[in-house]
């Protein structure tokens, strides 16, 4: 008897805004379709809809022991490294007889940095298509925002990579909350360094409160600033090469073969400025700037009275 492959669990951040669940709930949809020899299922840490216990539960009722869990998220941060560790755990104590792996985020992965390319390539419409074209436009790549350096370092590398080879004046970085330079910032810098073409390009999976708030905060500056052209471009979105990674971070997580930042995670190496955090247990993580966002200490939440996430980042 063959033994059946691990089902997929897809784990997101989760959103108040409504669209943008609804696209992710749909890209686990998708996913499903494409993939009928996995039982796949997708859940959210916070809120929004349904909370990943549930996409749990509804793996083991449909008699699965074993599944590999993908954290649908660019950069390893809080929720990554933290939440999604821990609320797994406890999912085991839940369900006893199951097993699982834990895949790595996504990551500045080429195929991901082809899709950013072409929604630069949509807003210009069509007219920086080559090196010489690009030449005096300047990207200004924006993400959530962590207070983990590690998680803003990720987002500064996805600019360096989207730069090289592509022919832009340059890519920049700046975060919609949590770390600086923020949007507005981040503009600033970008005339200082001469540029007066600009895209604004976040470095988000889906629509939400934090992309409206990049593209609200841009329009704002913009109007202030007549004197540069400033576009917004769109989120990355469920296309082909997002399904097609999703799966290679689950083949990865299936073989074990996992490369995880450890390098420079501020919980295991003592950074400039985040010595404390070194050792520390990892705690639920909650972002302050998402919409609707009122913690009071609990929201399907459980504290990992564990150590900080183990040395392969899988459990």
């Known amino acids: ?14 959103t108040r805004d409504a669209a943008g669940a609804e696209a992710f709930r749909a890209f686990v949809r998708e996913l499903a379709h494409r993939h009928p020899e996995l039982p796949v299922a997708g859940g959210f840490i916070e809120l929004s809809p349904p909370p990943l216990a549930e996409a749990v539960g509804e793996l083991a009722d449909r008699g699965v022991r ?7 998220m660019l950069v390893s941060a809080g929720h990554a490294k933290g939440d999604i560790p821990a609320a797994l755990a406890r999912e085991k104590e839940r369900h006893p007889g199951i097993s699982y792996t834990y895949g790595r985020p996504l990551g500045p992965h080429p195929s991901l940095l082809a899709v950013l390319e072409r929604r630069l390539d949509e807003v210009l419409g069509g007219t920086a298509r080559t090196p010489a074209d690009r030449a005096d436009v300047t990207v200004l790549l924006v993400g959530r925002g962590s207070t983990d350096p590690d ?14 080879g592509r022919g832009y004046a340059g890519v920049e970085t700046a975060f919609v909350s949590l770390a600086a330079p923020d949007v507005p910032s981040g503009l600033d810098r970008c ?3 001469g540029a007066r073409r600009i895209v604004v390009l976040p470095y988000f999976l889906f629509m939400g409160v934090l992309p409206d708030r990049v593209r609200q905060q841009t329009e704002g500056w913009a109007a202030a600033h007549p004197d540069v052209e400033v576009r917004s471009a769109d989120v990355i979105g469920p296309e082909p090469e997002l399904l097609d990674l999703v799966m290679e971070r689950y083949r990865e997580a299936v073989r074990g073969d996992l490369r995880m930042n450890c390098d420079s995670c501020v919980y295991r190496i003592a950074l400039p400025g985040f010595e404390d955090k070194v050792g520390l247990p990892q705690q639920p993580h909650f972002h302050p700037d998402d919409d609707g966002h009122h913690h009071d200490g ?6 990992h009275d564990g150590p900080a996430h183990s040395p392969s980042h899988a459990h």
Do not use: D, Q, S, Y
């Not at 008897?1 to 989760?14: D, E, K, N, R």
């Not at 074993?66 to 649908?72: E, G, H, K, T």
């Open 1 to 14: 008897m063959t033994t059946p492959p691990p089902a997929l669990l897809i784990a997101g951040h989760g």
């Open 66 to 72: 074993r599944f590999a869990a993908v954290p649908l």
């Open 151 to 164: 998680a803003n370092a990720e987002v500064h590398k996805a600019a360096r990579l989207l730069w090289e």
């Open 191 to 193: 005339v200082r360094l």
């Open 298 to 303: 609990h929201h399907g939440h459980h504290h």
